[in-house]
């Protein structure tokens, strides 16, 4: 009789354990429902305070790095309301608008949630001064007008150039080369004869001029003439050309 009851236990925990898969089978369906639905409700929430309510909309547009332009009118270029939904914002239009300004070089737009639109403004420089009529127009390497002086600018050297003066390659070329020269020979330039992008010439403030050339190499050829000029101090009439990297000529 006690060998049948040891017998008979494990085919009842047999069958005990039989039935359990079954019952996890059955009951999955509904777990994995109930998961489902909750995933649901819960992007459905997501979505409803990111482009529904009024918890993440635009309440500030920040803007920095202006100084010649209204801050009032890069906020109008975005295209972008207050009360717009932060996430429904699209910052590249909003960054072309802003470009259209004529003083913007450059500009960053980015959401700064939970309720701003961050736009970071790169304003164009002034590099080199144009004849116009009685006065100077200041213009950036494009040849885009920044500023206005009545007399010449001692800090903005004078650019000549042929035809139309935004968007000349001679402009341009003038710029690069402004851009080449370190502070103290950038002060000795008044001119900056840029007819000919490749033949470029400076004009010193002591009457000598510099043949330049193209923008080729331009802080090799910085370096040389000033070291020319530290042997051969400018005077009128005097002549360097650097305008061929590794040949040096004063006349």
Known sequence: MSTTQEDSAPAADGAEGAADPAA??????????FVILLIAAVLAVVAWVLLGS?????????????????????????GVTTGTPLARVDTEAAARGVRGLDLVESVRVTRAWPAALRVEVTERAPLLSVRAGDGYLLVDGDGVRVDGAA????????????????????????????????????????????????????????????????????????????????????????????????TAVVR
């Open 24 to 33: 996890a089978r059955r009951a999955d369906p509904w777990k994995a429902a």
């Open 151 to 246: 007399t010449r600018p001692e800090d903005h050297p004078l650019v000549s150039v042929r035809g139309e003066v935004e968007g000349s390659p001679a402009v341009a070329a003038a710029a690069a080369v402004v851009g080449d020269l370190p502070d103290d020979l950038r002060s000795r330039v008044t001119e900056i004869r840029a007819d000919e992008p490749a033949a470029i010439e400076l004009v010193l403030a002591d009457g000598a001029t510099a043949a330049w050339g193209d923008t080729e190499r331009g802080a090799e050829k910085a370096e040389i003439l000033r070291l020319l000029i530290a042997e051969h101090p400018p005077e009128e009439g005097r002549e360097y050309d650097v305008s061929a990297v590794g």
């Open 54 to 78: 009024r918890l993440l909309v635009v309440r500030d547009i920040e803007v920095t790095g202006t100084d010649r332009i209204d801050r009032a009118a890069v906020a109008d270029a975005t």
